[in-house]
């Protein structure tokens, strides 16, 4: 870390190839010989150079824009791999994924079934779509990142889903085929996402004896990671031998969208200290990266767990806020923390951060967004630079 930061200056995001590949190699083998496609979310961690990497080792993409398209294809992602997710999908989102040939949407409205059909007739294609259905289970998460629940605005009704697959037989262009769900982020206890799995087979068997033929299942992602000492997370393997034993001899191909639990916890924020400062009763510890490079903690008073580079136990530790740059008060990254009593100069990183890190970075005051880079085996390399004074200012005109 110390070498990369010297040579890629900080503030610096850090990924492990080893550590992401080892977690989708967990997902991908506990499904064992049952049809199944792992599908990363590509919200988590958008860098080019993990999406290859993911989709060298086999993935498919669950996307949420136009953009998150272009980036899979842009990495050599396979089109045939991708769905697409959101509430929100527009027209030319809706048309370049028809001629990108993916292989399907999760649609969240009846609406938006309508506009599929019609782009996808125009296109003389059939498109291949699943409801996203609400299942109304609780996943006892933060509720920014709860989506399972009736007040959310994701997926349709458990009551009015049956009929909403029964009109849509009227679409020549459109094969309804599958059933989704996805409840929330950063689950530290599967039960909600078996109780929102065994819902959905229940509906699925009703939708069947209706004459709907429904081929595949998909579960979202929402596994949680341990970010806090005491954090316990399932293990990818358990929760995926848990659903597989639900679904087996059914005819199903299942699906899963994780994001955070591939990547979240191999990757880490480095930044260098640049001051020191107590306003009487308080101590900082003032960084070089801010709210702008990992909103986390302001967003969702998220932990993340703090590292110095070099450990020296002679310097004994603090009691500190560690905060950034940027002109807020909401802008910290950590608060009233026992940390490592670093110096301006030292290096602190910041652990658990390759999902929802550098994807949610902004511009805010003016700040070049951070460098990023892969680590694999004994190598690194940049795999995207730190952005330039003039990056901030493209396409702007005075
Ligand atoms: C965000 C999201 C995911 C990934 O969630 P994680 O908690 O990162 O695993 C999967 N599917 C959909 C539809 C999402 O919106």
Redesign the pocket.
């Given at each position: 870390m110390d070498a990369i930061a010297r040579r890629a200056g900080t503030p610096c995001y850090i990924y492990s190839a080893a550590g992401i590949l080892s977690r989708y190699r967990a997902y991908d083998e506990a499904f064992g010989a049952a049809p199944h496609q792992v599908f990363f979310?590509v919200?988590?961690n958008s860098n080019l150079a993990v999406l290859a990497l993911l989709a060298k080792a086999g993935a498919g993409f669950?996307i949420?824009s136009g953009g998150e398209l272009f980036r899979v294809l842009k990495a050599g992602g396979d089109p045939a791999k991708v769905v697409f997710?959101g509430v929100g999908k527009t027209a030319p989102e809706v048309e370049y994924a028809l001629e990108s040939g993916i292989r399907g949407f999760?649609c969240e409205s009846e609406a938006e079934l309508s506009l599929i059909d019609s782009l996808a007739a125009r296109q003389g294609k059939k498109a291949r779509a699943a409801l996203r259905v609400n299942p109304d289970v609780d996943a006892e998460t933060h509720p920014y990142i709860s989506t399972g629940l009736r007040e959310n605005k994701f997926g349709i009704a458990m009551e009015e889903v049956e009929a909403v697959y029964g009109r849509a037989r009227r679409f020549q262009n459109l094969i309804l085929d599958g059933v989704s769900c996805?409840i929330g982020?950063?689950l530290l206890n599967s039960s909600p996402l078996v109780e929102a799995l065994d819902r959905v087979l229940e509906l699925v068997e009703r939708l069947r004896a209706a004459g709907t033929a429904i081929g595949h299942l998909d579960l979202?992602?929402?596994?949680g990671v341990p970010y806090e000492p005491g954090d316990e997370a399932p293990s990818i393997g358990a929760y995926i031998e848990r659903i597989c034993e639900r679904v087996k001899d059914r005819g199903l191909e299942l699906m899963v969208?994780?994001?955070?639990?591939l990547v979240a916890e191999s990757g880490l924020l480095v930044t260098r200290v640049l001051y020191r400062k107590s306003n009487g009763t308080k101590e900082f510890i003032i960084v070089d990266a801010a709210m702008n490079d990992l909103v986390r903690p302001s967003l969702y008073e998220a932990y993340h767990e703090i590292l110095p580079v070099k450990r020296d136990p002679r310097r004994g530790t603090a009691k500190v806020d560690v905060v950034g740059p940027v002109c807020e008060s909401g802008d910290f990254l950590a608060l009233d923390r026992e940390v490592a009593n670093l110096l301006p100069g030292d290096l602190m990183a910041l652990a658990t951060a390759g999902?929802y890190g550098f994807v949610m970075a902004s511009n805010y005051n003016s700040r070049p967004r951070a460098v990023e880079v892969l680590v694999e085996g004994a190598s690194w390399r940049v795999v995207r630079t730190r952005e330039t004074l003039d990056d901030l200012i493209r396409g702007e005109s005075v």
């Open positions: 979310a919200k988590a669950d949420v997710s999760n996805h982020s950063q979202g992602g929402g596994l969208e994780p994001g955070r639990s999902a």
